[in-house]
């Protein structure tokens, strides 16, 4: 299925938090928000989207795996999704940010029965995103988009919700074994 990314593109528009919440961690010495930084969190993006946003902005380029780990990664991935940095985080060209941008710091959550409920933090990016972890509410309108957005995928690449459902299940039992819990935003629609 291709997406029609313009319209993708034009019905996600919500931020995490009001403003730009980049503007809460680019204080580091390149003045680069971790989320933007391809040297410190590589970016997945799907292919097709990553071919039409280099039509229409310079920002975006693809790249290959730097190191042993993200080789093997890579080599796990569906063929339509890619590794692609952003070549100019510091002027984000922000009608054109990909929607893993867009949706950061969340990722799908599915419960045990396979249900996709909602989204949760991406907790392995917790060192890099000051939102991970915090008792901050993120936008619901954000929210309620990221979910659109996931249906969409979901329902064009079924292999995108089984990998959602793995994750889901080793995050549960990773945070049953230390005593946490999983902070779960749920949509209004």
């Known amino acids: 299925m291709q997406f029609d990314w313009e319209r993708m593109y034009q019905e996600f528009t919500a931020c995490a938090t009001e403003g730009d919440c980049g503007a809460l961690c680019r204080q580091g010495p390149r003045g680069i928000a971790a ?8 970016l997945v993006v799907f292919g097709d989207e990553l071919a039409w946003a280099r039509a229409r902005t310079t920002c975006w380029h693809g ?11 890579v080599a ?7 590794l692609a940095r952003c070549v100019a985080p510091r002027h984000c060209d922000r009608p054109y940010r990909s929607l893993t941008c867009r949706m950061f710091p969340l990722e799908p959550y599915l419960d045990a029965r396979g249900r996709f409920i909602g989204l949760t933090y991406i907790y392995g990016a917790a060192r890099l995103c000051p939102l991970i972890g915090r008792q901050m509410d993120l936008r619901q309108e954000f929210v ?18 089984s990998s959602y459902r793995t994750a889901s299940r080793q995050l549960r039992a990773r945070f049953a074994r230390q005593g946490r819990r999983i ?7």
């Open 183 to 189: 902070r779960l935003f749920r949509p209004t629609t």
């Open 63 to 73: 790249m290959h795996p730097r190191n042993p780990a993200e080789r093997r990664a």
């Open 76 to 82: 796990t991935w569906a063929e339509h999704v890619a």
């Open 144 to 161: 309620n988009q990221s979910m659109a957005i996931w249906r969409q995928v979901f329902a064009a690449h079924p292999e995108e919700r």
């Open 35 to 42: 989320c933007c930084d391809s040297r410190r969190l590589p």
